[in-house]
C-alpha cells in the first residue's frame, strides 16, 4: 500500500532533468535520505533502479577483480550477493548460517583474521526470505579493526527498524522504496562513506556498469557540477520525496515502534492458531513475519482463498522453506492494526472451514491483547 | 509533456509484482511494444532503468570478452556504446563521422571485410546530440553476410520515426520511454532477436551484470515460468501501457506524419530567423531539430530567457557543438502546431528585443504555410 499522496505526487506533469525545479528537489530528497539512513554521508543519493541494481551498484563499485568479500549467507539475497561478488571478479568468501539463522559476529571476526586481507564484509540486515534480523552494532568496528569495509543490504529494513550508518560504521548501504517507505519500486536509496567513495574514486580500472557506475553518478547529483549521465526518472522521484516526508512527518522512533507493536499483535495471533515464528527471539523482523506452519495446512490453497476472497496476499516460502513458511509483511503503510486483525480473522475463518479445530475469535483476542498492553505502556510513558 | 491518461495511470494503487492481474498487465505491454517494434521476437520487454540501462543490458549481454564490435561514434550516443563495449571486455572498432553526419554504409562495409571476424554492429538511430538521422535499412542484410549481429539505438527515434526491427533485420534494439513516447523516463523498451537470444543463452561465462541479465529477465517476463528476478517498477509500467496505448489509438504512420509535418514548419520557421539544420537533407530527425545560429545571438540567454519567460526548453550543444547548436525537441504528446507557433513567435520577439533585423510574424507565417499545405496534401489524399 502506498499512502495516496504518494501516488498523487507520481502524476504530477514532467519537469526536466537538469531543470533548476528539478534539481531543488533532487537536493530535498537528499537530505531527507540522509535522515532517514541516520547518516551524513554527502554520497546519498537514489539509484535509477529498484532494490537489486542498489545491491549491484554497491558490488561492483566496491569490489575490483581479485578482491576477497566475506558475505553472510543465509537466505535468498546472501546468496544474490555472493553471486554479484563472483560477477565482479571478487572472490565471495561465504560464511552460510541456516535459513532463519543470522550470521554470529565469532565468525565474520574468525574469518577475517583467517582470510586477509578481506576487502569488505557483507551482510543483509533483513533477510526477506527468512524474517531473520542481522545484528550490525558490533560488526563496523571489526571492519575498521581488519581495514575492511562494512556493506549493508538494508532493503526491506530501511524506515522500520533502526538503521545507524554512521553511528555503526557502515561504508555503503542500499535499499528498496518498496518496503517500509511504501513508495512504489523502481529506485533506490543507497549512501556510500567518504572512506567507501575514496576507494571508488581510486579505482585501477573503471566498473564493468556505465549506469551504475558511481563516480559518475556522484557528479550528477552533486549541486555543483550536474554533469549528465542518464535521464533521472522524474516521476518516481516525485514520489519517493512525498514517501519520505510521510516518513519524517510520523517520525522515524513511532514509526519504528509501530512496526513493532503491530508485529507483537500478529505474532500472538498467529501463534494461537499454531503459527510459530521461524527466527529466534530477538533475531525476528517486524516488517517480515516469517511463520512455520502447523501439518495438514494446504498452504497454497490458503494463500489463494486469501487473495482472491479478501484481497490479503501473503508470501509463500522460498528456496529450502518452500511450502513450510509463510512470509506476511507489515511495511510501512500496510502495517496497521487493521490489517493485522483482518487477516487473523480471515486465517481463523479458513482454518474453521479446513476442519481444524478452532476457538472462535481466539486469535483476534490474542492480539487484541497486546495493543491493549502497548497503549497501557504507551500512556504510561514506558 | 506527457498525457493526462498516463499520469492518471502512474497514479493508481499498486499490484504485487506477481499478481496475476500485474502478469496480465505485462504480456499487454509486450503486445504493445511488439507492434511499436514492428517486431516478432518473443523477448520484447521493457527493462527496469532508463534508456542508458537498455544500451548497457544490450551491450552487455551480446559483447563478451574480446570480441570486436563495430560502432558509429557521430555524437555522444555512440561514444557512450564504445564506453560500454570496453567496459563488457569487448574491443570497440570506432568509424567515425563528423557530428552531425550519419556513418557510410560503405564504411561500415569496408569494416566488417577489414575486421572480421566482427561480433556486432552499433548504430544509433536518432543521435540525441546532433539531431542526425541514421539510415538502417541496408545494414541487416551486410551484418547477415558477414555473420554480424546488428543492434541498434532507438531512444530517440522510437514512436517518432518508423522503426522497423524485423524488417530492417536487427538483433537487438533499444529506447527510451521519455522521447516520442511521452511517459515519464524510467524504462527502456527493448527486444532481441531468437538469433540474438541464442546468442545469450549460448555466452560462456555470465555477463559481468546481475541485474540486467537478460536472460534472466527472459525467465520473469515469459509467461510460461515467471522466475522472480528482480522487483518490477509496477507504478512505471501502469503509465507505459498508457503510453503505448495512446501511441496505438493515433496509430504509428499518423504519429510519424505528425512530427514530420511539425518539424517541417518549424524548419521552415527557423529557417527564416537565420538557424539552418546541421545535418544534411534526407538525415535529419523530425523530433530533434537541430539547428545551428547566427552570429552575434547570446544563446545562453535566448534560451535562459525562454524558459523563464515562456516554459519552453530548448537543449544546448553538447561536445563540440556547445554553444553551437540548439536541439529542440517535438516528440510524442509535445509535438504539437501550437508549440511550433508559440516558439517561433518568442524567438521573433527575443530577437527584436536583441536588435536584429526582423520582419514580424514572418516566422509564424512560414510555419503556417506549411500547415496549410500539408492540410491541403491530407485532403487530397496524398
Redesign the interface.
Known amino acids: 500500500?502506498?499512502h495516496p499522496r504518494v501516488?498523487?505526487a507520481?502524476?504530477?506533469?514532467?519537469l526536466?532533468?537538469l531543470?533548476p525545479v528539478f534539481l531543488a528537489l533532487m537536493n530535498e530528497i537528499q537530505a531527507l535520505l540522509r535522515a532517514t539512513f541516520h547518516t551524513e554521508n554527502e554520497f546519498t543519493i537514489a539509484l535509477?533502479?529498484?532494490?537489486?541494481?542498489g545491491?549491484?551498484a554497491v558490488i561492483?563499485n566496491l569490489i575490483e577483480p581479485g578482491d576477497r568479500a566475506i558475505v553472510g549467507v543465509n537466505g535468498v539475497f546472501g546468496s544474490?550477493l555472493a553471486?554479484?561478488i563472483e560477477?565482479?571478479g571478487g572472490i565471495p568468501i561465504r560464511i552460510e548460517a541456516p535459513w532463519g539463522a543470522t550470521i554470529p559476529i565469532e565468525a565474520l571476526e574468525q574469518e577475517l583474521a583467517r582470510s586477509a586481507p578481506v576487502k569488505a564484509v557483507v551482510l543483509v540486515h533483513a533477510e526477506t526470505s527468512t524474517g531473520a534480523r542481522q545484528p550490525l552494532e558490533d560488526v563496523g568496528a571489526l571492519c575498521r579493526a581488519h581495514d575492511a569495509l562494512f556493506i549493508v543490504d538494508a532493503v526491506t529494513s530501511l524506515g522500520g527498524i533502526p538503521v545507524e550508518v554512521d553511528t555503526w560504521g557502515i561504508d555503503a548501504c542500499y535499499s528498496?522504496t518498496?518496503k517500509c517507505l511504501s513508495c512504489?519500486?523502481?529506485l533506490a536509496p543507497l549512501t556510500v562513506s567518504p572512506r567507501g567513495m575514496g576507494v571508488i574514486r581510486k579505482r585501477q580500472v573503471?566498473?564493468?556498469?556505465?549506469?551504475?557506475d558511481l563516480s559518475l553518478i556522484a557528479d550528477y547529483w552533486n549541486d555543483h557540477s550536474r554533469a549528465y549521465?542518464?535521464?533521472?526518472?522524474?516521476?518516481?522521484l516525485y514520489?519517493l520525496r512525498e514517501a519520505l516526508r510521510l516518513v519524517h512527518e510520523e517520525g522515524l522512533p513511532p514509526r519504528i515502534a509501530r512496526h513493532q507493536v503491530n508485529s507483537d499483535a500478529l505474532m500472538a495471533g498467529l501463534q494461537t492458531l499454531g503459527l510459530s515464528p521461524l527466527p529466534s527471539p530477538g533475531h525476528r523482523l517486524p516488517m517480515l513475519n516469517c511463520v512455520t506452519l502447523p501439518d495438514g495446512i494446504d498452504e497454497a490453497m490458503v494463500r489463494t482463498h486469501l487473495?482472491q476472497q479478501y484481497g490479503i496476499?501473503l508470501g509463500g516460502g522460498l528456496g529450502p522453506l518452500r511450502g513450510r513458511v509463510w512470509r506476511i509483511g507489515l511495511m510501512g503503510e500496510s502495517c496497521r492494526q487493521a490489517h493485522v486483525l483482518t487477516l487473523l480473522n480471515a486465517l481463523e475463518e479458513i482454518f474453521a472451514g479446513q476442519g481444524r479445530p478452532a476457538q472462535p475469535g481466539r486469535a483476534v483476542k490474542a492480539a487484541e491483547e497486546v495493543y491493549t498492553h502497548s497503549l497501557g505502556s504507551a500512556r504510561r510513558g514506558a
Chains 1, 2 share one sequence.
Open positions: 500500500m502506498v501516488l498523487q507520481l502524476g504530477q506533469p514532467l526536466g532533468h531543470d535509477s533502479g529498484t532494490g537489486s541494481a545491491m549491484e561492483a544474490r553471486t554479484m560477477r565482479s528498496g518498496q512504489p519500486p523502481g573503471p566498473c564493468h556498469s556505465w549506469y551504475l549521465h542518464h535521464t533521472a526518472p522524474i516521476s518516481m514520489g487473495l496476499e
